[in-house]
């Protein structure tokens, strides 16, 4: 059976958490930012607005919503691991945004806002490291710092719509099923397309959910490259250690020139959600 613990899956920061170092995370956000940066403009941020990015990881997200909100507007960030922090706060001393910023150090499941502070809250990719309880409580916490009528986002992956091909075309779902078995982070990974119940349920009214297929065709970008060989790298290693079925030998090695990554019929995709809710 595949371990539960984040350390197996690798790429972890100061927190433990799996797939949380920027060497993983701004690859992925390089490859996939259309898709991101549709999912925060679904949101519907103003000019001159006060909004969280709540797990902001390396503030990928941070310059645009800066210049949604624009030089009237204010940006807050927030994230567990301090060097985090530190990258965000770096990245935008870079950007020429009027906003004002402020980025700290600090929790999901207690955030160190008052309460109706912000016109909107974005949440992205961070859901997935909560358990079912923690995912409850940090869901209130996103609530009680919006104003009345304000928005929350919680955008997430959905990994049953992860494939690749040439290869087993239920790969890597089956690799998520078989992990799901125990709780833990694969089990996470398949929970995203029941979001809008989850913002329901903690009293959001007016929810919203829209799912992207995020697709990549052959020649994959070097940032694609970079972070679905090395993901499937990880995976592989892991299926093999655990013996679970599926032909994973040709994923181990991201820089193999015969990857099926770098195949002519190349083609990975994966599932993103993003669910909008009112305070």
């Given at each position: ?12 920061t ?46 990928a ?19 567990l ?50 358990d079912?309880?923690?995912l ?26 992860s ?83 599926g ?33």
């Open positions: 059976m595949l371990t539960t613990h984040h350390d197996a899956w690798g790429y972890e100061s927190t433990g958490l799996a797939f949380t170092h920027e060497d993983i995370v701004d690859p992925h956000f390089q490859a996939c930012a259309p898709y991101y940066l549709e999912a925060l403009d679904r949101v519907g941020i103003r000019p001159g607005w006060h909004v969280l990015d709540a797990g902001c990881g390396s503030g997200f941070l310059p645009r919503i800066a210049d949604l909100v624009g030089a009237w507007g204010q940006v807050s960030a927030v994230d691991a301090e060097e985090n922090v530190a990258l965000a706060a770096e990245r935008m001393r870079a950007h020429p945004a009027g906003a004002r910023l402020s980025v700290r150090r600090g929790s999901l499941l207690e955030l160190p806002y008052p309460d109706d502070t912000f016109d909107a809250v974005w949440c992205a990719n961070t859901t997935q490291y909560l079912d309880e923690q409850i409580g940090a869901l209130a916490e996103l609530r009680r710092v919006t104003r009345p009528g304000g928005v929350v986002a919680v955008k997430d992956v959905d990994g049953t719509l494939t690749v091909r040439p290869a087993d075309p239920f790969l890597i779902t089956d690799f998520f099923r078989t992990s799901a078995e125990t709780p833990g982070y694969a089990r996470r990974l398949l929970r995203g397309r029941d979001l809008y119940r989850w913002l329901r349920a903690a009293g959001l009214t007016s929810v919203r959910q829209h799912t992207m297929l995020m697709e990549f065709h052959a020649p994959l970008s070097p940032a694609a490259l970079r972070f679905y060989g090395n993901a499937c790298a990880r995976f592989a290693r892991q299926a093999i250690r655990a013996g679970t079925e032909d994973w030998t040709p994923f181990l090695d991201p820089d193999d020139p015969f990857s099926p990554l770098r195949s002519p019929d190349g083609y990975i995709s994966e599932g993103n959600v993003i669910a909008i809710g009112t305070a």
